[in-house]
């Protein structure tokens, strides 16, 4: 096996590593305060992970949006690490091909790296605002770093096009 697939399996298993505390930690804390006579009270504090927002969301009848994160930021990650090590396993230059093929063609599908951006987006609003404040958890920062950890594993993957692929 190359190194540069031996570094982007390693990567495989970091990323993976970072994945578990970025789905299971605190991702973002939204707080709203009130003040009225000078006095400012907490009416409402919410930290949540990204597995707990799947779980809330599906309990407020939001399902079509819970299962849309559930696909793009737990499933399909989980399910690109996978097809990755069972890759890495074939020797088959056809089969190993048609997996690199496949994990390319999901990853444009992993929204891990574009949910990251929409949960900084939902900090900075929230902080935007005079009664609102948004604190990054770190599962946040566990996440943002699974997607550039998993994002350089499958860039460092070397796996040639077969002979028979290139001639047709």
Known sequence: MPRR????????????????????????????????????????????????????LLDSGNAFVALLILLFSIIVPVLKAIVLFVLLGVRAPESRYALFRFVRSISKWSMADVFVVGIFIAFLAANALDNLQAVAGEGLYWFASYCLVSNLAFQLLQVPEPAAARTH
């Open 5 to 56: 697939n031996l570094l982007a399996l390693l990567l495989t298993i970091v990323s993976l590593g970072l994945l578990v505390p970025g789905l299971t930690r605190p991702v973002l804390t939204i707080t709203a305060n009130i003040s009225m006579l000078g006095v400012t009270r907490e009416i409402f504090r919410e930290t949540q992970t990204i597995v707990q927002s799947v779980e809330r």
